[in-house]
Structures are given as C-alpha cells and as structure tokens.
C-alpha cells in the first residue's frame, strides 16, 4: 500500500538531513507566532497576497484576505498569507507586462516551496490575475482565484465617470484643446475615487471574466464590485471551497484545459475583451501544453456575437454587468456555443453550473447590459487576427472598438521609429501626416528595451485632432489597453526589434488593412525588402544583467503568450 503523502505542515520539509527534525523545528517555530497544535494539524490554506503600497487597486486586500481567513478557519484549515511580487500597472518602468513573468515564477515557486494544502490567488489589477494563473498552473496545487473586483464609477458634472476609458476621452479632449489645464486637473481627481480595478471593460475586467469562464474562480465572483459586501462574501466562500480542495483536490490541470480555453475565448469575444487578454491567455494555455492558434480565433470570432454593452466598445460600466446578471447572464446566452462538460474549481462543470442556475428559475437579467443572444451588438466577436507580409505571424485588432469605414483601407505609412521618436514628432506642426494615413511605429514589442508597452493607442497627431479627427488607422508591435479604442492593429509578429518585416517600413509605403481578408500587407517590392533587410541592425543591445537579461534572453513572442520559452509545458 503506497504511503499517504504529507499534509499541511508536514509537506516539503526543509531539509536538514532529519526528516523527523525538520517537522519538529517547523512546528516549534509556528508555535512560536502563538499557534497550537490542533490548529497546526489543520490543512494549510496558502493564501497569495498580491499587494503593495504601489498597487492602487489593491487597496482593500486586508479587508479581503480577512475574510478569506474567515472562510478558511470556519471549514476547518489553517489560513497562511504569504506575500508576492505586486504589479500596479501605472506605477512600473517600462511596463508591468516586463514583470508578469516574475511574478509568475514568484507565485509558482512560493506555492511549491510552502507547506500548502491549497491556495487563494488574490489579485486583480491587469497583470496580476495572469501571471498568478500561469503560477498555479506550473505549480499544479489546488488553487482558488479571489479577484479584486472592479472600481465603481463615480459621478462628475452630471455625467457618470470612471476609470479608464473615461480618462482616455478626456487626454484626447485636452490634446485637442477642448479641456485646459485646470479643467484635466479637476478631471484627474475625480476618475478613480475607490478600490478596485478599472471600471470598465479594460484588462483587469477581462481577466476577471476569463477567469471565471476558465473555472478557476467561483461562479457569479467575476464582476462584483470591489466595495460591495458581496465581495466579502466571495472571499470568504472562496476561503471555504480551498479547505474543501483539500478533501476532494482539483487541480488547476483538470481545470485549465483545451475546453475550458475554448470557452474564455468565446467569453473573451462575447465581451468585446481587452486584446491584451489574447496574449495572457495564450500564456497560461502554454502552461497546460495548449495551443491557442490565431486562426482558430477567428474561426471563433465568426460564431461568436458581441453581447455586453460596456465600455470601451458601449455605454456602461463593469458595476453595471454585475448588477445586470453577471457573467452568469453571458455564460447561458452563450451555453450553445460553450463547452460544458469543462470542470471547475466548484466541483462541478460548468454545464451543471448553468443548469442550477436555470432551475433555481429565471435569473434577472438587465437586456441593457447583456444581450440576447439572437439580438446582439455585434454578429461577430469583438477581436480578430490579422495576417498578411507585414504580420506573418499575425496581429490582432479589437474590431468592436474600432471604427467600420476603416476596416478596408489603404494607406501611407508615417513611420516612428520608437517610443522616443514618436514623443518627439507626433505634435510637431511640420509632421507631414494626414487623416488618411497609417501611423506605423517600430521596436515596441517584447524584446525592445520597452518591454511590450500599452503604447499601441498611438495618439491623434495634435494638429489632426484639432481639426475633429478623432480616429486612424494605427498599427504596432505594442500593446493596447484594455481600456483604448480606435482602428488599431497591434501585436505584429514577428516584431521590429528582431528583423520582423515592420522593422523595413519607411514613410511614404503603402499599406493595406483588409478585415474582411483578415490581412495586413505591406505593399513593396521584395527586392527592395531584400535591400533593406540586409541593412537592418537591431536598435539596442542586449542588457548585462538581472532580470532584463533574463526577460531578453527567453521572452517569447507575442503569439506565444511572451511566457519565457523555458516555462511553457512541451
């Protein structure tokens, strides 16, 4: 008969050459911060804290990870907080997507090393819900994701505001001369005014949303509101169902699979999603040994309709999705299409999930928010992959975000060379530029020196917006954030920085956009690109040492998930 493996305090011992030593000076050491030992014969209930004084969103995590505790000690376990690497999205240089691969390995690290039975994933603000699913995906130790919930608009002048497509329209008021100094001012103090994360659609919403459509978090937890007390209560029943795990364990591997993937990606286009979220999910399906192939996406995008109207792509806020019905609502709209036999971290599928709450009778839903499936915003998903000589390993573009008269287009490109070039000219009165141009800028993607920015949403040249133009065409290897709209073509791979054919734009190329082709071409002669991409050097080198050595070394591209290339399961 195969000996019991370890539990709680007595799995993974410090190694000291005496098994029986370690459990002994581990438990005379926890007695010391004033436990007993029926407490520490309890399952260990690890629970990841993900703040910081740098981590805005993350403000009410004591309150919360009390309430996880709550959970824990009332189904019979012992709470243990441990805290990680935290990423505050605006608070990081060059960009937190540099530091989401630290905190992955962080997050997988501590809860292998740690005594732990199972764990609570506490995260929320954008990268922090990724890098923590990638960690107890590689980890593979029963896992609960706790997600911080989102801010809740707030009311200015009469008109509701929050963070952050709100902040976007308001810049581009203010680079347009309708909004002066003192009026963004008063604008800046009355945009994000509580905990929680964007109020909107942006990344930190959308990974919530896959993270409950991946069954990784509790049903119905994905969009309640950072201040309510309903998120109190998903802490704690969260707390609870990670005891439960140690009794029946579900693993994040019988979790995140080839199904429940298909499913955060149908959920991610019913959405209308951040674009950024292709790319962490993509990272943790590589965990799993899953593929998420661009052109599948598109086969998805094609079934799948636009059913929510939030912001940045409609009129309301994430608040508002919770109080509408919830993810719940979207999941039965779209239970045709789902795969439901996927398992979640509940103990149930998520077909048995749908099928409670449709017994339970018929679930409220606000058709203001969340559409019916047969009278939807959009036909076809908010997200689609582009290919084509300028992306031959594809780009993406949030179609729901974007404006229709420039999805077939030809245009001129007005190239930026970097980050720094487009600081310095896009306002420049000389700029020759137009409305019907293609802004093209270079050497912003993995392995820049920029590490991958938001930098996507390249501004409307000043003298442009000025004149009433409010949207373009503009195409990168960078980032957008989930909070950005506009005709953007983004994450182009392979990227400038290693030899990608974006690398050999030069103004004056005529570019072509075709969305209904799903291409994006670069329209020059190849015995000129040959020309060009024997004169092409790569723009930085490399760094010495440290972590940005290490993120140069093996970060990945962009249809990899950027996951480092030595983390991904085979």
């Given at each position: 008969m195969d000996k019991e493996k370890p539990k709680g305090l007595g799995r993974g011992l410090t190694n000291y050459g005496d098994a029986g030593f370690s459990l002994y000076l581990r438990r005379s050491f926890a007695k010391s911060m004033g436990y007993s030992g029926e407490m520490l014969a309890r399952p260990t209930i690890g629970i990841a804290d993900s703040r910081s004084g740098y981590n805005n969103c993350h403000r009410h995590f004591?309150?919360?990870?009390?309430?996880?505790?709550?959970?824990?000690?009332?189904?019979?376990?012992?709470?243990?907080?441990?805290?990680?690497?935290?990423?505050?999205?605006?608070?990081?240089?060059?960009?937190?997507?540099?530091?989401?691969?630290?905190?992955?390995?962080?997050?997988?690290?501590?809860?292998?090393?740690?005594?732990?039975?199972?764990?609570?994933?506490?995260?929320?603000?954008?990268?922090?819900?990724?890098a923590q699913l990638m960690g107890a995906a590689?980890?593979?130790?029963?896992?609960?994701?706790?997600?911080?919930?989102?801010?809740?608009?707030?009311?200015?002048?009469?008109?509701?505001?929050?963070?952050?497509?709100?902040?976007?329209?308001?810049w581009a008021m203010h680079r347009a001369g309708k909004v002066d100094a003192r009026g963004i001012e008063e604008v800046e103090g009355n945009l994000a005014t509580t905990a929680g994360t964007c109020a909107v659609m942006g990344t930190a919403s959308t990974m919530a949303a896959l993270a409950e459509a991946l069954g990784m978090a509790l049903p119905g937890t994905a969009a309640i509101p950072a201040v309510h007390a309903d998120r109190l209560r998903a802490a704690e029943a969260s707390g609870r169902r990670a005891v439960e795990l140690t009794h029946t364990p579900i693993r994040p591997s019988q979790v995140i699979t080839e199904k429940s993937i298909g499913?955060?990606?149908?959920?991610?286009?019913?959405?209308?999603?951040?674009?950024?979220?292709?790319?962490?999910?993509?990272?943790?399906?590589?965990r799993v040994g899953v593929k998420i192939d661009l052109k599948r996406l598109n086969d998805l995008s094609d079934s799948t309709p636009v059913l929510i109207d939030l912001k940045p792509t409609g009129q309301h806020y994430m608040?508002?999705?919770?109080?509408?019905?919830?993810?719940?609502a979207v999941?039965?709209?779209?239970?045709?299409?789902?795969?439901?036999?996927?398992?979640?971290?509940?103990?149930?599928?998520?077909?048995?999930?749908?099928?409670?709450?449709?017994?339970?009778?018929?679930?409220?839903?606000?058709?203001?928010?969340?559409?019916?499936?047969?009278?939807?915003?959009?036909?076809?998903?908010?997200?689609?992959?582009?290919?084509?000589?300028?992306?031959?390993?594809?780009?993406?573009?949030?179609?729901?975000?974007?404006?229709?008269?420039?999805?077939?287009?030809?245009?001129?490109?007005?190239?930026?060379?970097?980050?720094?070039?487009?600081?310095?000219?896009?306002?420049?009165?000389?700029?020759?530029?137009?409305?019907?141009?293609?802004l093209v800028l270079q050497n912003a993607?993995?392995?820049?020196?920029?590490?991958?920015?938001?930098?996507?949403?390249?501004?409307?040249?000043?003298?442009?917006?000025r004149a009433g133009v409010k949207d373009m065409v503009r195409i990168s290897d960078a980032r957008m954030s989930g909070t950005a709209y506009?005709?953007?073509?983004?994450?182009?791979?392979?990227?400038?920085?290693?030899?990608?054919?974006?690398?050999?734009?030069?103004?004056?190329?005529?570019?072509?956009?075709?969305?209904?082709?799903?291409?994006?071409?670069?329209?020059?002669?190849?015995?000129?690109?040959?020309?060009?991409?024997?004169?092409?050097?790569?723009?930085?080198?490399?760094?010495?040492r440290g972590y940005a050595k290490l993120y140069m070394d093996h970060v990945l591209q962009a249809e990899h998930g950027c996951d480092f290339d030595f983390l991904r399961k085979a």
């Amino acid at each position: 008969m195969d000996k019991e493996k370890p539990k709680g305090l007595g799995r993974g011992l410090t190694n000291y050459g005496d098994a029986g030593f370690s459990l002994y000076l581990r438990r005379s050491f926890a007695k010391s911060m004033g436990y007993s030992g029926e407490m520490l014969a309890r399952p260990t209930i690890g629970i990841a804290d993900s703040r910081s004084g740098y981590n805005n969103c993350h403000r009410h995590f004591p309150e919360l990870i009390e309430a996880v505790k709550r959970g824990v000690f009332a189904a019979g376990g012992l709470p243990l907080e441990f805290p990680t690497v935290s990423l505050g999205e605006v608070f990081l240089s060059p960009t937190s997507m540099m530091f989401r691969n630290l905190m992955a390995m962080d997050t997988e690290e501590m809860v292998r090393a740690q005594p732990m039975d199972a764990v609570v994933l506490v995260g929320g603000c954008d990268k922090t819900v990724p890098a923590q699913l990638m960690g107890a995906a590689s980890a593979d130790r029963p896992a609960v994701q706790l997600l911080a919930g989102p801010m809740m608009p707030t009311t200015f002048r009469g008109e509701r505001l929050g963070a952050c497509t709100d902040c976007r329209r308001f810049w581009a008021m203010h680079r347009a001369g309708k909004v002066d100094a003192r009026g963004i001012e008063e604008v800046e103090g009355n945009l994000a005014t509580t905990a929680g994360t964007c109020a909107v659609m942006g990344t930190a919403s959308t990974m919530a949303a896959l993270a409950e459509a991946l069954g990784m978090a509790l049903p119905g937890t994905a969009a309640i509101p950072a201040v309510h007390a309903d998120r109190l209560r998903a802490a704690e029943a969260s707390g609870r169902r990670a005891v439960e795990l140690t009794h029946t364990p579900i693993r994040p591997s019988q979790v995140i699979t080839e199904k429940s993937i298909g499913n955060a990606l149908r959920v991610l286009l019913a959405i209308g999603g951040s674009t950024n979220a292709i790319v962490h999910l993509t990272a943790i399906a590589g965990r799993v040994g899953v593929k998420i192939d661009l052109k599948r996406l598109n086969d998805l995008s094609d079934s799948t309709p636009v059913l929510i109207d939030l912001k940045p792509t409609g009129q309301h806020y994430m608040s508002d999705l919770h109080f509408a019905g919830g993810l719940g609502a979207v999941l039965r709209e779209l239970k045709p299409l789902l795969n439901l036999d996927a398992m979640t971290v509940a103990g149930e599928t998520l077909g048995e999930r749908l099928e409670r709450e449709e017994h339970a009778g018929a679930p409220w839903v606000d058709r203001a928010v969340v559409r019916p499936f047969a009278e939807p915003l959009a036909k076809e998903g908010g997200l689609v992959a582009l290919f084509g000589s300028l992306a031959p390993n594809g780009a993406i573009l949030k179609r729901s975000a974007a404006d229709p008269t420039l999805f077939e287009k030809e245009g001129r490109a007005v190239v930026f060379t970097s980050l720094d070039d487009l600081a310095a000219r896009i306002d420049a009165p000389d700029l020759d530029v137009t409305a019907d141009d293609f802004l093209v800028l270079q050497n912003a993607g993995p392995k820049s020196g920029y590490a991958m920015p938001e930098a996507g949403y390249l501004p409307i040249p000043a003298k442009l917006a000025r004149a009433g133009v409010k949207d373009m065409v503009r195409i990168s290897d960078a980032r957008m954030s989930g909070t950005a709209y506009g005709t953007i073509v983004l994450h182009v791979s392979p990227e400038a920085s290693v030899g990608g054919p974006l690398a050999l734009v030069r103004d004056g190329d005529r570019v072509r956009l075709s969305v209904k082709n799903r291409c994006i071409d670069l329209l020059v002669a190849e015995d000129e690109l040959a020309h060009r991409r024997a004169a092409w050097r790569a723009p930085a080198a490399p760094p010495a040492r440290g972590y940005a050595k290490l993120y140069m070394d093996h970060v990945l591209q962009a249809e990899h998930g950027c996951d480092f290339d030595f983390l991904r399961k085979a």
